[in-house]
């Protein structure tokens, strides 16, 4: 495998995976770093620089998806790779929505996940840095809030659905995570149509 040297974090709860991955990904000119649980990995994902952060989806602690959700809202230019050994199609589209650039299941091989490490980096490496956008960022909650099908859509597809729009991907995640706290300290305070797409998103639990 080429690759470029990057740190990267390997969260699992199982010993033998963050083994194997350190294993692999150190001989492939990694700097490797792993994490025994979620909570544990959260903390040095958000206290540390990583490129690119593996995180296994069902960990007894803090489970994948808020872990996921944790560091889209505080690194979200860090790339994600999911791995699970409880895959299904609702898992992996959740993950899709939250960005996530590559979801692997167990058991995998060296290969599958030198592929899986290389694709999510390619793909940030590739990612427009616009600046934070707060007027369009604006216009999507208000289009969000008045046009039915396209708040549906936002809903329902998440990060997709914005992926020709030149925002960051903080802003994106904001807006698909339901964020109001980061939109109004970014955009300003927003008025009662822009923030009911936010509400509706908060409300609707979905994940």
Request: with cysteine.
């Amino acid at each position: 495998m080429v690759a470029t040297a990057g740190r990267i974090l390997v969260v699992d709860d199982e010993p033998v995976v963050n083994q194997s991955c350190r294993r692999v990904l150190t001989e492939a000119g990694f700097e490797v770093q792993t994490a025994q649980s979620g909570r544990e990995g959260l903390s040095r994902a958000c206290t540390q620089e990583f490129d690119l952060v593996i995180t296994d989806l069902k960990m007894p602690d803090l489970d994948g998806m808020n872990l996921i959700r944790s560091l889209r809202k505080q690194r979200p230019n860090t790339a994600i790779v999911v791995i699970t050994g409880y895959g299904t199609i609702s898992s992996a589209i959740e993950a899709t929505r939250l960005g996530v650039a590559q979801y692997i299941e167990k058991p995998f091989t060296p290969e599958e996940l030198s592929r899986a490490v290389n694709g999510a980096l390619a793909e940030a490496a590739e990612m427009p840095k616009a600046e934070i956008n707060a007027e369009l960022v604006r216009q999507v909650l208000l289009r969000a809030s008045t046009d039915h099908s396209f708040g549906e859509r936002l809903l329902m597809e998440g990060s997709r659905v914005l992926s020709g729009l030149p925002l960051t991907s903080e802003a994106k995640a904001a807006i698909v995570s339901g964020d109001i706290v980061w939109i109004e300290k970014q955009c300003g305070e927003l008025s009662s149509q822009e923030r009911d797409w936010l509400e509706r998103r908060l409300q609707a639990e979905i994940w």
